[in-house]
């Protein structure tokens, strides 16, 4: 069975997307190996601040080792054995478009298959999106090809299609204020295929890419089917029968 947790923003301390990645491991983290691949974040110019204080705020969820890597850093054979060292395999944001690539390119992307079923995955934006089969669909209607043609690649596809269904993450975050509710709702008929809009304090929990994800949050989320229509949000959740 998987074990995935696809996020939109990093794991806070004491929220209820850490309470989901405990969950997940099943042991304390100061007795849990983690990894990180950077892929994603390094082809994109400018300032790394942020990156650099997510990942001290990783590192400070206290796990037993906090390896550091990105697919192209070694020979497959090396990079392999680093991945399967670790008890949780975080894949970092960025571009989700070369991070996809980057698991292809290498070779590495059956093993990251194999890896889905052993290991437990955390993604953190682009880290989460690289597993619908919409991938490409997604980003032509959508209309997000300068970053491929910027990166030179030639093709759009995921690391692995295992989703029928889509991600978008980071819905209602300051630094991006054009996604709003009304945004999401203008995307979500394009598709077709549903789709999840998550703020930075929800994620979905997968442990079968066949079935529906769970949803965990402290925050703002809206699920789509594949006609568009709002099928899901936080606020019916909040009111829905127990």
């Known amino acids: 069975m998987m074990r995935m947790l696809l996020a939109s923003g990093p794991v806070r301390d004491e929220s209820a997307v850490h309470a989901a990645l405990l ?136 690391a692995l299609p295992l989703l029928d269904w889509y991600l978008a993450p980071h819905l209602g975050a300051d630094y991006f204020p054009h996604q709003t509710d009304a945004w999401a709702a203008g995307l979500a008929p394009r598709l077709g295929a549903p789709m999840w809009f998550l703020d930075d304090a929800s994620a979905l929990i997968v442990r079968d890419p066949d079935a529906e994800p769970e949803i965990v949050s402290d925050g703002h989320w809206l699920h789509f089917d594949a006609s568009g229509a709002l099928v899901g949000s936080d606020a019916s959740s909040r009111h829905a029968p127990r």
């Open 23 to 158: 969950d997940l491991i099943g042991r304390p983290l100061g007795e849990t190996r983690s990894v990180v691949v950077l892929d994603a974040m390094l082809p994109l110019s400018g300032d790394k601040t942020t990156m650099l204080e997510h990942l001290r705020d990783f590192r400070d969820l206290g796990w037993a080792e906090c390896d550091i890597l990105t697919l192209q850093s070694g020979p497959p054979a090396l990079i392999e054995q680093r991945l399967r060292h670790a008890d949780v395999i975080f894949g970092y944001g960025g571009t989700n478009h070369w991070l996809a690539h980057a698991w292809r390119s290498t070779g590495l992307a059956a093993l990251l298959r194999e890896l889905l079923d052993e290991k437990v995955y955390l993604g953190l934006s682009a880290g989460s999106m690289i597993f619908s089969r919409h991938h490409e669909r997604a980003a032509r209607e959508f209309g997000d090809l300068d970053e491929p043609r910027m990166l030179g690649l030639d093709e759009i596809a995921p």
